[in-house]
């Protein structure tokens, strides 16, 4: 699934960079249930340098999932909480990626997972999936960011989405990335319901990819929690 936090003005943060964390108790208990209940919890490094998030299993009983990282250019800092808290941590990266930092990730734990770049020269999102499935990583709860999230959307690639929304205003940075003057087709949502989580409203569905112009390549199930 792919989990998206943000508030009711869609904001995720209030400035690029800047950890904000206004959910409720109720709603992290939540999101620590959905993680333990996944192979793996999936995020972009800016994520890992905005928030240092430990994405472990705190709040609710069960295992704490293996870590995946999309990082171009291995800028996730060797010291950076998650590697305490996982088993297991894989690093999606490319070719651009220094190898001085490939050895001093890999000596920390690290397993790197080298793919192509996509149109944006990040590592493909797509190709990466299945070979993360050929390991045993069937089930990913894809956390952030923006860009993740969104391209998870537009290229079919999750299968179902919990969105938290916070009662507050932020003005901040938007859940999904920036679409430009030719945003591409979006999914919808079907069979949705709606829980509430302390003061949180949760929004669950799964995606709805018909509306999109082309299918699911990977044979792992992702959700989206936002």
Not at 8 to 21: N, Y
Request: negative net charge; contains cysteine; glycine residues 8%.
């Amino acid at each position: 699934p792919t989990s998206s936090p943000q508030r009711i003005d869609r904001s995720i943060s209030r400035i690029r960079g800047e950890a904000t964390t206004l959910r409720a108790q109720e709603s992290l208990v939540v999101t620590h249930g959905l993680r333990a209940s996944h192979a793996a919890i999936l995020v972009g490094v800016g994520t890992v340098l905005a928030d240092d998030p430990r994405l472990d299993v705190r709040l609710g009983a069960g295992p704490t999932p293996a870590d995946v990282i999309l990082d171009s250019h291995l800028r996730t800092p060797p010291d950076a909480r998650l590697f305490s808290c996982h088993d297991r941590v894989w690093i999606v990266t490319t070719d651009a990626a220094p190898s001085d930092a490939a050895e001093r990730l890999e000596a920390q734990g690290a397993t790197l997972l080298w793919v192509p770049t996509d149109g944006a020269g990040r590592p493909d999102l797509a190709f990466a999936l299945p070979l993360l499935a050929e390991v045993g990583i069937a089930s990913i709860m894809v956390e952030g960011g923006a860009r993740v999230i969104s391209t998870c959307l537009t290229q079919g690639l999750a299968d179902y989405a919990a969105i938290t929304i916070a009662p507050r205003f932020l003005a901040g940075l938007p859940a999904l990335s920036e679409a430009g003057d030719m945003p591409p087709p979006l999914p919808a949502l079907a069979e949705v319901t709606y829980s509430q989580a302390g003061h949180d409203l949760i929004v669950w569905g799964a995606v709805d990819k018909h509306l999109l112009t082309h299918t699911d390549p990977s044979p792992a199930t992702r959700s989206v929690n936002s």
